[in-house]
């Protein structure tokens, strides 16, 4: 008789640990999808962004392309954009703006327009500004030279 009341409580147990098992893998499925739905919409967006972005890179070569890269690359620089971009980064002290409350000026943002001109944003993080700037390149040494046009400052 022990054995018997035993076995019935074990099979209880069993039958009890079984549906809790079922209940907690139909929670998990249905996270699953919800997960899985999630998991669609970003990449939908993903590939929206990713097209975004082509847009704009399509929209800054208007400015600077292939035929304004050929002067560059007879000098030896393959990427003639990312060049330019660099060596002004590299040059802070163009920044006619000084830093506020112990901020450094440094630039931020930078499109380079066709073979004579570049915008750049700059900050120090309390004020920003942006800047026209020429440049021409010295063909022996491959400096640029850059000349601040005009400013603008925001607060």
Known sequence: MKYSILFCIALFLTACTDSRKNTTLEIDNS???VLKSNIEKLKIEKDSLQQL???????DDQWFGQMESRGFKKLGID???EYIITELKESPSLISLDG????????????????????????DGHIMGRSIFSY????????????????????
Do not use: C, H, R
């Open 53 to 59: 972005l082509a847009k704009k890179q399509d929209i």
């Open 31 to 33: 996270e699953l999808e």
């Open 79 to 81: 990427n003639p954009k």
């Open 100 to 123: 506020t409350l112990g901020g450094t000026m440094y630039f931020t943002n930078v499109q380079v327009l066709g073979t004579k001109w570049v915008v750049a944003s700059y900050e």
């Open 136 to 155: 021409k390149i010295n063909p022996e040494t491959l400096e640029i030279q850059f000349n601040e046009l005009d400013s603008t400052t925001e607060y």
